[in-house]
């Protein structure tokens, strides 16, 4: 049993970290629909207190409830902590030690779980308390409960999506309108999507992240953030765009976590954050702003599409209710969430076994047999080669490539190597390529 007390025995009190641009929704939402949230958990949902940095800063907030001492909030007469401050520490200690007294936790903080999910998840199961955290990945939009209690009778094989709204509200900019990316990244940060530091989003960390929880739910393993293969945004120009649309392609910051079986019937993980080239028919091409969709695929269920608003206050306040209630209820009625299923603890695959594929942009001499030349590396790295696009400048030819499945290292070195030829004098663009044209 919790040592935890409520009120008059049935409230469950809360306290909310956090008051930005999520917690300020969360806040709203509890205020304004008390009364239909205290119908589905069974009890009244009380604000406790609420943490900011700064509580001079907020004078729309009941004073009496706020609070600079988050860590004091923590320990007082609270039943459930909601924490949307983010990062690691000293969030980290503070929710442990909310755990460790029983109190449940609901978070949105993806970057803390990609790195202390078990631990935390440990302290929860040791005291009985609940962990939820919904939107922690893909905001609004319920995954994480799909994958771990809705799939938890199939054998996922795949997870792949878009799970960056700033990321791809930049590159949907990008394809669409040609836009400035350092402008296009300032209006994310308004609208409320990008992190508190921005290069979380653009550099791939905040995916990376995501990408370790999804593999972590998914295969029943431990993945963490720096078991991810990762890169950003930034070194996506409007060539390669312009590239992929001249194939009938845009590109697209994917988060791909699949189950991998070796020969011998050995199974690993394989989590990696990358842009993509996919085909404008693909329908996570049809994905714009800060909208995430996610393909979920299962042995038994086959394919699953899960598709919404992955960043903003509101969007994220959704999911966060949606788990305090599930906790409240839990507390009311006695019961708990599920607990972390990691009893298959697959490993991770290093990255540069990884199969995949390239497209490969490169500006080259305008002479006989050098499409013959760079054919000849690809084939020396055993790497195939599906379709060949050549197009004459006026001393130079733009040659693009896009290559059959090999694996990355075999990739990696082909284009090391094409780097280094005397006539080939750039490579323009390279880039993963996911789909059937
Ligand atoms: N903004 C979004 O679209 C989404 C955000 N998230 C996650 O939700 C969490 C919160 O994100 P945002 O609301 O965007 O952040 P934010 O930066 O707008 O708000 C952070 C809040 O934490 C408070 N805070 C910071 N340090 C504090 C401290 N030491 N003590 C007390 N309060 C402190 C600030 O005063 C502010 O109220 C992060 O973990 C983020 O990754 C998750 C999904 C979507
Ligand atoms: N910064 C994140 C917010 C949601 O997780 C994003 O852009 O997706
Ligand atoms: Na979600």
Redesign the pocket.
Known sequence: MSEVSTVDGRTVRVAL????????EVARLLTEQADELAARAGAPVELAGI????PD?HPELPRHLLT?D?GALVESDVDVVV?????IE?VRGWLLSALRKGKSVV??????LAEYSAELSEAADAAGADLYFE??VA?AIPLLRPLRESLAGDRITKVMGIVN?TTNYILSAMDSTGANYAETLEEASRL?????DPTADVDGY?AASKAAILASLAFHSRVTASDVHREGIAGVSSFDIAAAKALGRTVKLLAICERVTADDGTESVSARVHPVMIPRSHPLAAVGGAFNAVFVEADAAGELMFYGQ????A??ASAVLGDLVAVARNRVLGGRGPRESAHAALPVRPHLQTPTRYHISLDVADRPGVLAQVAHVFAAHEVSIAAVRQRDRTSTASLVIVTHLAPEAALEATVEEIGKMDVVHEVVSVMRVEGED
Not at 51 to 54: E, I, N, P, W
Not at 83 to 87: A, S, W
Not at 107 to 112: D, I
Not at 310 to 313: L, P, Q, S
């Open positions: 970290l956090g008051c930005g641009t999520v917690g300020r943490a900011v940095r700064r800063k600079a988050a924490e949307l401050i983010g990062g000293p978070t949105a903080n993806k970057a803390l939107a922690a905001g709204g409320g999507y990008a992190e508190a905040d992955g960043a903003g206050g969007p994220t």
